[in-house]
């Protein structure tokens, strides 16, 4: 036949294959079953090829039957993936194939075609906090919402407003609890009553106690470590509810938040489990807001998404060196050499010092410094220790003690100005290391241990 009388060849598009993986080890496994469903009945089926993998409380994968009205709360009884679900799956963590693969007990093991993306519904530990995001990095396997460091830091309630607060957005009082601590008299003192008991590392509301008596507050921090050895304890605040959803940007592009909502619950204290998912809450959508308020709390959401990065990497000696011990006054570090080299510090854009200057990016050596009393001052600090920028292709001999005129030739490098790059550091009294605290009103203060010594570093915020 001519080629010109030949049937012109129709291709069909293939579908786009989308593995859904619900479920979960963590507490909240029936609230992913229930996001689950949505998803299914929400994904157009002339698009996607949808692969149901769900996951039971004990980690064994299956391949679900995927029928949306099996993944709904039906009065009080909340779906849950069994082992009974399906057939066992495996997912091949090989950049270089992307299969399932199916072990059925009467055909034994067989293979599915490979999926173009997973989109993981997991809620909380084992799935919403990094983890499954990190496995399906290196199986080379697509993945639809937030990346490994994000996902780990939002679940993480306390990392979480820490980022928030570096961005310069307002965040409620809290204290953290790590495994073994209690709350101090002084954290009562400054959260007040009533507060809110949290796992730190959790949601759904699971393990949430509202404590309006002290002497209730030891049974609260019990039902949360049930879930998270990390605790938070935050203070209430007394406001209205609102919610904001955000996309991130296609291409690089702004951040999108959505239109706000106010959450408002009914026949309890507080927004708890019934409220969210039992029917006891309902939604103003978009909430009655003046405009303005409504786009300072949008802006915010998108803020918080696009972030400005890591301000700065810093590293410490775990063993301080040691020489004489000075004879000066008021000073944190007797034993250690002037000059000595304590770290390094990497600032992968523009960083700041103590004095409010500007340091171009790149790696920075961190030697220790005295604060001379004669009025020739480092910098403006009540303490006389201080650390000193030096760029680190100029400092090439780690057990060097450049004498103080030296340092303050070499560190003017790093700050292009007549002053050197310094930053501030006192005896630090903290009970954890290392730890990032927000001191002040912007002050932003590494507590960690060199040697024995513990210190800390101021590393964001300029004196006044």
């Known amino acids: 036949m001519p080629a010109s009388e030949r049937p012109e060849k129709v291709t069909t598009p293939r579908k786009t294959r989308v593995a859904i993986v619900f479920g979960g080890r963590s507490s909240e496994h029936a609230i992913s079953c229930v996001s689950a469903g949505a998803i299914l009945a929400a994904l157009d089926p002339d698009q996607y ?18 029928d949306p009205s099996q993944l709904r709360i039906d009065g009080r009884r909340l779906p849950e993936v069994t082992a009974a679900s399906g057939d ?9 194939a992307t299969d399932l693969i199916v072990r059925d007990p009467a055909d034994g093991v067989s293979t599915l075609a490979g999926v173009d993306a997973v989109f993981p519904v997991l809620h909380g530990a084992y799935g919403e906090d990094g983890t499954i995001q990190g496995m ?36 409620g009082r809290y204290a953290v609890l790590r495994s073994g601590v209690s709350l ?34 030891d049974d609260a921090v019990s039902a949360a470590r049930q879930i998270d050895p990390k ?42 489990f019934d409220a969210k998912y039992l029917g006891n809450g309902r939604f103003d959508i978009p909430a009655d807001l003046p405009a303005g308020i409504a786009g300072t709390l949008q802006k915010d959401g998108a803020k918080i998404v696009a972030g400005s ?24 570090l007797p034993t250690i050499p002037q000059g000595a080299l304590l770290g390094a510090l990497r600032f992968p854009g523009r960083g700041s010092d103590r004095r409010g200057q500007n340091i171009k990016p790149g790696v920075y050596t961190l030697r220790y410094s005295l604060q001379p009393v004669n009025g020739d001052h480092q910098g403006v600090a009540p303490q006389r220790d201080f650390l000193v ?65 513990p210190v800390a570093v101021i590393l964001v915020g300029k004196a006044e």
Not at 414 to 434: D, Q, R, Y
């Open 309 to 332: 990065g890591p301000f700065c990497e810093i590293w410490f000696r775990t063993t301080a060196p040691s020489g004489p011990k000075s004879a000066e006054d008021a000073v944190t």
């Open 136 to 171: 399906l990095e290196m199986a080379g396997i697509p993945y639809v919402g937030a990346n490994v460091f994000a996902s780990a830091a939002a679940t993480d309630k306390e990392f979480a407003r820490k980022l928030a607060a570096i961005e310069g957005i307002p965040v």
């Open 389 to 453: 920028m030096i760029p680190a292709a100029d400092d090439a001999d780690p057990n060097a003690t450049p004498g103080f005129d030296d340092l303050m030739k070499m560190s003017r490098k790093a700050s292009g100005t007549p002053h050197p790059a310094v930053l501030s550091m006192s005896a630090s009294s903290n009970s954890t290391f290392p730890e990032l605290k927000k001191e002040g009103e912007s002050d932003w203060v590494l507590h960690v241990k060199i040697g024995a010594v």
């Open 49 to 66: 090829e949808v692969v149901p993998v769900g996951i039971t409380r004990e980690g064994r994968w299956v391949l679900a039957a995927g």
């Open 184 to 217: 101090t008299e002084a954290d009562k003192q400054r959260l007040g009553l009533p507060v809110f008991v949290k796992p730190s590392r959790a949601g759904s509301s699971h393990g949430i106690t509202k404590v309006s008596d002290w002497a209730d507050l």
């Open 231 to 272: 605790v938070l304890v935050e203070a209430a605040i007394v406001g209205r509810e609102i919610e904001c959803g955000v996309l991130e940007g296609e291409a690089g592009g702004a951040p999108e938040a959505s239109l706000l909502s106010e959450i408002h619950v009914e026949d309890t204290e507080w927004y708890d």
């Open 88 to 96: 066992t799956v495996v997912l091949a963590a090989d950049p270089t």
